[in-house]
């Protein structure tokens, strides 16, 4: 147990993250897609044994060097981040080598089959999501050059402006570190969110924000009375409860509802989050910690 007057640089490095029921990250969801699929076994004899959390880096910049400088990625500990992780199963389909993949990290509805040769039943690129204002398509293929790694394309389309963005996911072991690198990692990341998704991983209704020192704000959406709503508001709006205003906390109720959350539990989420964004030295120092994993990642 870590001192009261540790600062967070300090007891970060302390910090064992528990998995908590409820809460989950893609590590807690890898874990329990896991716990629920054993019941596969009565049928699929093996299955249970075959099921694997794997790592995967986001934002990769040289693929041929990445996949070819060492048969795994031990020769790039130093410099990866490891910030996600979903499950794998390797298969043989008529003697055909492929994986199925499940990721409700990032929210995606179905199992991808990704196969070597990229034929049947290889799902190939897919629409994730397709809103008004942004759509997803996501492609998954095993590298040509490093049978470990499936490549994990991803094409964002906003109007005319298409994004591209390639991660990396390592499949030849499992991955054992998911809770004290992974889930530690995403402690302190700059980005949040508190999302809810219907069946087919559509979002519904949330609120998401980035971690700033000033100028705090987050967006929230949810369908109102009169249609679909995406609202932006300032945090310091509640930091007390009797100056919130009442057609706020009508929409914050809403959304609550649409979050399948308890009465006023968002109302409360959104107090303590307010409380926590004005603290300045705490911001601060959380910040820094980002950034300092972000450039040693970058291997700055």
Known sequence: MSAPDDTLAEFFPKYNPPIRPRKHTCVGLGMEVIKRLKVLEKDFPGISKSMMLVSCDENIQDLVDYTT????PQGFLIETEKDHVMVAIHVRIGGRAGVFLSDLGYHISRVVTVMADRCYPHTGWFTQSDEPHCRKEYNYQINTLNSHYIEWHERE???????????????????????????????????????????????????????????QQFTMFFDGHSGK?????????????????????????????????????????????????????????????????TELSAGN
């Not at 690198?181 to 559509?202: I, Y």
């Open 157 to 215: 389309t906003r109007g005319e402006s298409v994004k591209e963005r390639l991660s990396l996911i390592y499949t030849g072991k499992a991955y054992l570190s998911a809770v004290a690198v992974t889930e530690k990692r995403n402690l302190v990341w700059d980005l949040r969110s508190l999302l809810a998704r219907n069946p087919k991983g559509h979002l519904t209704a949330g609120i998401y924000f980035p971690l700033k020192r000033k100028e």
């Open 229 to 293: 709503q995406r609202k932006k508001l300032t945090f310091d709006t509640f930091l007390e409860r009797q100056k919130i205003p009442d057609e706020v906390v009508d929409e914050v109720e809403q959304c609550n509802d649409q979050l399948r959350l308890k009465d006023g539990e968002l109302l409360c989420i959104l107090k303590r989050l307010a409380t926590i964004m004005a603290d300045e030295e705490y911001m601060t120092e959380l910040l820094d910690i980002n950034n300092k994993i």
């Open 69 to 72: 400088s060492s048969p795994g």
